[in-house]
């Protein structure tokens, strides 16, 4: 079955309206901050919104720019945004950010060639800062995008790099920067990983539900 992939978005758009803003796309409203961005992204790893956020905001009073960043020590930064996951090397990583930053002028560049050479930034980080705190195409796949593009059939792809290569080859250019904060807002909310909420999904009498094992309904006794 062909997929319409802008019907599929378009729904979702205004299905996830009304879902919980994931937190980098929460950030960029709140903040065109590059520094921001890309550091609440990095702190975002592995780690659940409300963790990602309240870490941010600790990090953050002391530490509102790279200058700030670089006055704090390496112990300190693991203090300030733990719990959050993998705290230790992230700590790591923001404590060599503003000597990685020297090389761009102080300031987060925003080819995903220069931004894959920062402290702990893979692709996913390095696409996500350069849309949403450059407002730049970019195709960010997580474990979400990944998952539900090939529950779909839009892709048939084993790795989210494999995924990302599909979609610039296939994915209409007007999808690019959004798709990701759609998807994990639906991938959080509704298609979840495991026991996927299918039964109230808007997607359900057109997704091919491909390797999903949908949510079993429990029934009432007092009812049979």
Request: some cysteine; glycine content about 4%; charged content about 25%.
């Amino acid at each position: 079955m062909k997929v319409d992939i802008s019907h599929f978005i378009e729904l979702l758009k205004k299905e996830v309206a009304k879902y919980r803003v994931p937190v980098v796309d929460l950030m960029a409203v709140q903040t065109r901050s590059p520094f921001k961005i890309l550091v609440a992204t990095i702190l975002s790893a592995r780690t659940k919104d409300e963790v990602t956020a309240a870490a941010s905001e600790r990090l953050f009073k002391l530490a509102p720019d790279i200058e700030g960043l670089d006055s704090l020590s390496r112990e300190k930064i693991q203090e300030l945004i733990f719990p959050v996951g993998f705290y230790k090397s992230k700590a790591k990583y923001l404590f060599n950010l503003s000597k990685a930053l020297e090389l761009f002028g102080g300031q987060v560049p925003q080819a995903i060639d220069d931004l894959v050479t920062l402290p702990g930034v893979g692709r996913k980080t390095a696409n996500l800062v350069r849309a949403v705190a450059f407002d730049k195409d970019a195709i960010c796949v997580d474990t979400h995008v990944h998952r539900i593009m090939n529950i779909w059939g839009y892709v048939n792809t084993k790795s989210p790099l494999e995924t990302e290569q599909a979609l610039r080859k296939k994915l209409p250019r007007k999808h690019w920067k959004e798709v990701n904060g759609i998807l994990v807002a639906f991938g959080q909310g509704t298609c979840r990983p495991v026991a996927p909420h299918c039964d109230r999904c808007v997607l359900t009498q057109v997704c091919i539900k491909k390797g999903v094992r949908p949510r079993k309904i429990k029934s009432d006794s007092r009812l049979l």
